[in-house]
């Protein structure tokens, strides 16, 4: 059981590429997030969806998309990279998007991105 | 509008001491809290979680966290460090039942000293 499988690991942008970022979980899980985490910042909502086909906002959405067409998988694109969008970015999923006591979001280990 | 204030963004801690880490919330409505650690160049791991049970909750790795509603605080603490606790830990809230509503605090990075 792999859990959460983010790739790359680590990439290296310049700025105006664009770049997928790709999440896999192998749990069956409806509801999957990306987060971006800077210093002094914690983690923030990228964007989320609760199940294949569904996809929203979360609180920094500009100059990423994303989509859902399988449940397995969640990718995150770039689309022309810019240097505020260095940061590490981690992808999470959970059985529901119910934060109830019994249901637990998994995180994978995360890509270290870098805009040039 | 929730928050989250983690007080302390570096605490040190000798191996076998008590070890207590700060968080104070905001929330207008009865909460969800978390508490998530984060070991270097990992992801985050839920630590434990309230849900309006028990307002003293026991995770995983021997630590704990006590809700008090009056001081609006969910301080987390385990009584005897370890070399392994070293990393860094995530206060949480949630005034919707939702991970898409989930707040989180700046982190503090715990170092246990030998």
Redesign the interface.
Known sequence: NAGVTQTPKFQVLKTGQSMTLQCAQDMNHEYMSWYRQDPGMGLRLIHYSVGAGITDQGEVPNGYNVSRSTTEDFPLRLLSAAPSQTSVYFCASSRTAGAGRKNIQYFGAGTRLSVL | AQSVTQLG?HVSVSEGALVLLRCNYSSSVPP?L?WYVQYP??????LL?Y?S?ATLVKGINGFEAEFKKSETSFHLTKPSAHMSDAAEY?CAV?E?????K?T????TKLQVIP
């Open positions: 963004s969800y978390f160049n990992q992801g985050l791991q839920l979680k849900t049970a995530f949630s919707s039942e939702g991970y898409q989930v989180f605090g700046t982190g």
